[in-house]
């Protein structure tokens, strides 16, 4: 796929199942995101992998998450949390490890991670696989993040759910990138 086509064509798959990229593709993904950009070389970014065998378990952190921050849940909220677990066959967790002490700003760092989480959603495509970029509350939870090998300073860019596209892709219309577009004047 040519590479201008692909960043022109690129959505959101809306269902995902088996098969989920192999480790071959893994590799190529992960080589393709730490080519983001990375001002100060601080290197911020860091992934991890959650296999279908551990995507209950990865549930049942969400579901506690939002315990955690709903007390109230009833069986029926927490089943739905638990299920987004089961959106892909393959997830990863795309994180900065901001270094707040460094001169490098957080959000530089930061904004270098969501550069190689777009690299990890446009390789996915390019090996022929569906892939949707989700956060929601639990992303911001410290004990999620600890579970991670995250501290509270770092950011979770997004849940990646990365398989075989079943469902079709995003309806959601493109913008005119001209309306988002003005020329400085001086």
Known sequence: MDALDLLLTRESALKLDAPGPSQAD???IFQSAVRAPDHGR?????FVVIDSDRRAAFG???AQSMLRRHPDSDDDMLQRERAKAMRAPTIIVAAAKVNKAHK????EQIGSAAAATQNIMLAANALGYGA???TGDAAYDPEVKAAFGLSPDDE???FMYIGTNVGGSS????PE???FVSVWQG
Do not use: V
């Open 132 to 134: 949707m970029w989700k």
């Open 60 to 62: 049942e952190l969400m």
């Open 104 to 107: 490098i700003m957080p959000f």
């Open 171 to 174: 309806p959601a219309a493109r």
């Open 42 to 46: 601080l290197r911020p970014w860091h």
């Open 156 to 158: 979770i860019m997004g």
């Open 26 to 28: 893994l590799d190529t």
């Open 177 to 179: 990138a001209a309306k």
